[in-house]
């Protein structure tokens, strides 16, 4: 029996050693998890405010699992350290939730972004016809049309059978150059024209968030599928010492 645990001592210190270096880059992979969350709510906020209809909180799941990871990413190498069976099999439970948890999510982004471009043109068109310049949705709006340069959906046109077009004309967030754009020519089409941007902020909005939120969902993907390799080596080392009644002070 003692010749047997020393044989098997050396597969143990091994499943440790690299247990541990799968907590610690577990560990890392919930601090990108987190970055991500928090880099999509910054970043992609203002456009998923605009679809009402089909919001996501891809931002939200990303960020809590992400803190989540990092607490369990530690709890991984205590328990990797103190060499506790159950800790262990706790530990490689999380795992699999966490890998279902990140498999969900990484579909809903994939899903979302292939979704997106019916449901932001009736929703940005939406927001344009009950455009006032003060609520929420008009703010998203004029964010939309500065930071991306554009106006309208298709383009600056498409103002023209808003509400908001017939008493203030084009909004200024479509001017080229404030300087050179002033409330009576935003009035005028044709003058217009030559002030405001002239890109449509569909195309560019939808080919924005499609990239971005392929990318969150292709992250999401590739850190899911490597908590099987945690799986796996968490219930191994779970099962030798278990059987070996092994223990490390």
């Known amino acids: 029996m003692a010749s047997r645990r020393m044989e098997t001592k050396p597969v143990i210190t091994c499943l440790k050693t ?99 471009k019916d449901t932001f043109l009736r929703t940005y068109t939406d927001a344009m016809q009950n455009y006032n310049g003060n609520d929420e949705r008009s703010r998203a709006v004029d964010h939309v049309q500065l930071s991306l340069s554009c106006c309208g959906v298709q383009n600056y046109t498409n103002w023209s059978t808003s509400p908001y077009f017939l008493e203030h004309g084009v909004p200024s ?15 005028n089409l044709t003058v217009a024209a030559t002030k405001v941007n002239q890109k449509g902020c569909y195309d560019l909005v939808t080919s924005f968030m499609e990239t971005n939120m392929g990318i969150i969902a292709g992250v999401a993907f590739g850190i899911a599928f490597s908590q099987l ?12 010492i278990t059987a070996n009644q092994y223990e490390m002070v």
């Open 18 to 116: 690299l247990l541990i270096i799968y907590s610690f880059v577990f560990w890392i992979t919930g601090v990108i998890l987190l970055a991500v969350g928090v880099w999509g709510k910054l970043t992609l906020g203002t456009y998923i405010s605009l679809i009402a209809e089909n919001s996501t909180n891809a931002p939200y799941v990303l960020i809590g699992t992400g803190t989540t990871i990092v607490v369990f990413g530690l709890f991984g190498c205590f328990a990797t350290c103190r060499g506790s069976p159950w800790m262990l099999k706790l530990y490689a439970m999380f795992l699999s939730l966490v890998f279902l948890a990140e498999l969900v999510a990484g579909i809903s982004g994939f899903v979302f972004r292939h979704e997106i």
């Open 173 to 187: 967030s479509c001017c080229m150059n404030d300087t050179y754009c002033n409330p009576q020519d935003l009035h």
């Open 229 to 240: 390799i945690g799986m796996l080596l968490a219930c191994c080392l779970s099962r030798f």
